[in-house]
């Protein structure tokens, strides 16, 4: 079975700040990997994801991760914090398809930012 | 982009009702879809995958028979919450995998039940 872990439910920053939001994952087969965005009663926007191709993947808004096979982690970055950051992160793995490609969900990060 | 449509945002019903929630695909066809559930301050809880045209298949603990998944089109999926008890409210949110895409999927921007 596939899962992810995300290290700190709850990370505060200072703005102009380096985001980092940890996420290890296990799967028994290659994942693909996601980052998610979740603001207060919205859906998820996708920030970016890894299919296998370059490890290191760039997003939206300035977010970047690296998939890191040896250490089964796919960690989010952002060098420089904005107020308009603070919500929660999602980190998700998929199986590919081999179960239906059902998407699985990290525990959340919230993220404050700090004027 | 993609785009998923959910309605309605937000929903008060009496206990005993049942409500109807729909996720459409709104620029994509979207083989199969996905409902999850999630309580405040948690993550999303995958409910059940919805495959167009067959039945949905549902996690471990969830009951079907208290949420229904039609998948009829490959635009559409609904789930319907029957006899729902105050124990249901919760933010409900659908994703739609688009057909033939590269694993993206979309998520609809969530439905807040409130049960009274």
């Given at each position: 079975a596939q899962s992810v872990t995300q290290l700190g439910s709850h990370v505060s920053v200072s703005e102009g700040a380096l985001v980092l939001l940890r996420c290890n994952y296990s799967s028994s087969v290659p994942p693909y990997l996601f980052w998610y965005v979740q603001y207060p009663n919205q859906g998820l926007q996708l920030l970016l994801k890894y299919t296998?191709?370059?490890?290191l993947v760039k997003g939206i808004n300035g977010f970047e991760a690296e998939f890191k096979k040896s250490e089964t982690s796919f960690h989010l970055t952002k060098p420089s914090a904005h107020m308009s950051d603070a919500a929660e992160y999602f980190c998700a793995v998929s199986d590919r398809g081999n179960q239906g490609g059902k998407l699985i969900f990290g525990q959340g990060t919230e993220l404050s930012v700090k004027p | 982009g993609a785009v998923v449509s959910q309605h309605p945002s937000w929903v008060i019903c009496k206990s005993g009702t049942s409500v109807k929630i729909e996720c459409r695909s709104l620029d994509f066809q979207a083989t199969t879809m996905f409902w999850y559930r999630q309580f405040p301050k948690q993550s999303l809880m995958l409910m059940a995958t919805s495959n167009e045209g067959s039945k949905a298949t549902y996690e471990q603990g969830v009951e079907k028979d208290k949420f229904l998944i039609n998948h009829?089109?490959?635009t559409l999926s609904t789930l319907t919450v029957t006899s729902?008890?105050?124990?249901?409210s919760s933010f409900y949110i659908c994703s739609a995998r688009e057909?033939?895409?590269?694993?993206g999927y979309t998520f609809g921007s969530g439905t807040r039940l409130t049960v009274v």
């Open positions: 296998s191709a370059a490890t | 009829a089109s490959l729902a008890h105050p124990e249901d057909t033939g895409g590269v694993y």
